[in-house]
């Protein structure tokens, strides 16, 4: 062995040297409708107005008190309610990472339905958390039996429930969730990282139960190059978890970015509501084609089952168009692609090119 690989070998984590990292798919030069971003981008008169804005940023100052004015434009955004604070992330999944941290008691597990956000396992794995999966109904709803057995049996420090769901795009029963935070006895996390596109949310339910945060990202309202995600709940939560935030972890041109993308909501509102039309459509463009099974989205993207994932997958990008094949990540996905919404010339693109992969 040499000796730099003698020198991992014995210092590095035998567990982090078995496992993959995150992976993110190479798209240069395709359509790219595989990560659920906002297509769209500002129109240019609002491009160089934020351009003169970044300009005059202090970059010679560490962040300061311009995180806790994003942090009150982002609680007003929310409409957050009283009795509650929010802390920032530099996307969700540093939220994530230090909602783990702050849960590694002593036999700590964190639970989630699966198929669902590869994060959730992968930093508790990370953080030597046991992860619980929970495998959903074939339609991809909750196995509430199952749930609410799991909760009993693992106590679980954190349990997550993405609303909007990601891979399947679809908003879990409203009973079934009220069932899971009553029987849950750590924190529950209701990750609405496509609220945007969502005919529900949870605010109702951070109000009425102390133990439930709802964490939320601008990354698929339309800034995911600038990373912030949030985190909202009952101060006391909070207090605790922001102890683990690293000082400066929101960079001023970040924060700026996004005061800047609020003051211009209605803009990033447009957008959304052509991005839900889109998908709308989409689905019936989708349910039309012989051999492709989509599931309802209430999300910017669409999972769709295939005859062979694998064959449309690389089809399609043969043809220019990158989705995602999620087939691998969960037996219930079987044959399943995960189409982002584009714009409407992608969208027509896409379309044409799962039509050819299919023939
Ligand atoms: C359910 C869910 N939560 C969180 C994230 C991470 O978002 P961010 O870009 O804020 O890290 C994603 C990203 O795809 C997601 O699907």
Same mark, same amino acid.
């Given at each position: 062995?040499?000796?730099?690989?003698?020198?991992?070998?014995?210092?590095?984590?035998?567990?982090?040297?078995?496992?993959? *990292?995150?992976?993110?798919?190479?798209?240069? *030069?395709?359509?790219?409708?595989?990560?659920?971003?906002?297509?769209?981008?500002?129109?240019?008169?609002?491009?160089?107005?934020?351009?003169?804005?970044? *300009?005059?940023?202090?970059?010679?100052?560490?962040?300061?008190?311009?995180?806790?004015?994003?942090?009150?434009?982002?609680?007003?955004?929310?409409?957050?309610?009283?009795? !509650?604070?929010?802390?920032?992330?530099?996307?969700?999944?540093?939220?994530?990472?230090?909602?783990?941290?702050? !849960?590694?008691?002593?036999?700590?597990?964190?639970?989630?339905?699966?198929?669902?956000?590869?994060?959730?396992?992968?930093?508790?794995?990370?953080?030597?958390?046991?992860?619980?999966?929970?495998?959903?109904?074939?339609?991809?709803?909750?196995?509430?039996?199952?749930?609410?057995?799991?909760?009993?049996?693992?106590?679980?420090?954190?349990?997550?429930?993405?609303?909007?769901?990601?891979?399947?795009?679809?908003?879990? !029963?409203?009973?079934?969730?009220?069932?899971?935070?009553?029987?849950?006895?750590?924190?529950?996390?209701?990750?609405?990282?496509?609220?945007?596109?969502?005919?529900?949310?949870?605010?109702?339910?951070?109000?009425?139960?102390?133990?439930?945060?709802?964490?939320?990202?601008?990354?698929?309202?339309?800034?995911? *190059?600038?990373?912030?995600?949030?985190?909202?709940?009952?101060?006391?939560?909070?207090?605790?978890?922001?102890?683990?935030?690293?000082?400066?972890?929101?960079?001023?041109?970040? !924060?700026?970015?996004?005061?800047?993308?609020?003051?211009?909501?209605?803009?990033?509102?447009?957008?959304?509501?052509?991005?839900?039309?889109?998908?709308?459509?989409?689905?019936?463009?989708?349910?039309?084609?012989?051999?492709?099974?989509?599931?309802?989205?209430?999300?910017?993207?669409?999972?769709?089952?295939?005859?062979?994932?694998?064959?449309?997958?690389?089809?399609?990008?043969?043809?220019?168009?990158?989705?995602? %094949?999620?087939?691998?990540?969960?037996?219930?996905?079987?044959?399943?692609?995960?189409?982002?919404?584009?714009?409407?010339?992608? %969208?027509?693109?896409?379309?044409?090119?799962?039509?050819?992969?299919?023939?």
């Amino acid at each position: 062995m040499n000796m730099l690989a003698d020198r991992l070998s014995r210092h590095i984590r035998q567990d982090l040297q078995s496992m993959h *990292g995150y992976a993110v798919q190479p798209s240069a *030069g395709l359509v790219k409708l595989d990560t659920m971003e906002n297509p769209f981008r500002l129109p240019e008169p609002l491009q160089r107005a934020l351009g003169e804005r970044l *300009g005059a940023v202090a970059l010679n100052r560490y962040p300061a008190e311009r995180g806790d004015v994003l942090r009150a434009a982002l609680a007003a955004h929310a409409q957050m309610p009283a009795g !509650c604070d929010l802390m920032l992330g530099n996307g969700s999944d540093e939220l994530i990472t230090m909602l783990t941290l702050a !849960c590694d008691v002593p036999g700590a597990t964190v639970l989630a339905p699966l198929p669902g956000f590869v994060m959730y396992e992968l930093s508790a794995k990370l953080q030597g958390l046991k992860f619980i999966g929970v495998p959903t109904t074939p339609d991809f709803e909750l196995d509430l039996p199952a749930m609410l057995a799991a909760v009993r049996e693992h106590q679980p420090s954190l349990v997550y429930l993405a609303y909007p769901n990601n891979p399947t795009a679809n908003l879990w !029963c409203d009973a079934a969730i009220d069932a899971i935070i009553d029987a849950a006895p750590g924190l529950v996390v209701m990750d609405e990282a496509y609220q945007p596109f969502a005919a529900r949310d949870s605010m109702q339910r951070l109000a009425r139960h102390p133990h439930v945060l709802v964490m939320r990202t601008m990354s698929k309202f339309g800034l995911a *190059g600038v990373r912030i995600g949030y985190l909202m709940g009952r101060t006391e939560v909070i207090r605790e978890v922001d102890k683990l935030r690293p000082p400066f972890n929101i960079s001023v041109l970040n !924060c700026e970015a996004a005061l800047f993308a609020l003051e211009h909501a209605d803009e990033y509102a447009r957008q959304a509501a052509v991005i839900r039309s889109e998908r709308d459509a989409l689905q019936v463009a989708l349910k039309a084609m012989n051999g492709v099974t989509p599931f309802p989205s209430q999300a910017n993207m669409i999972l769709a089952r295939v005859v062979d994932a694998k064959r449309s997958f690389e089809g399609m990008k043969a043809q220019g168009v990158l989705v995602k %094949n999620v087939s691998a990540l969960h037996p219930l996905l079987a044959n399943c692609l995960r189409l982002t919404v584009g714009t409407p010339p992608e %969208n027509q693109q896409m379309l044409h090119a799962l039509q050819k992969s299919l023939s």
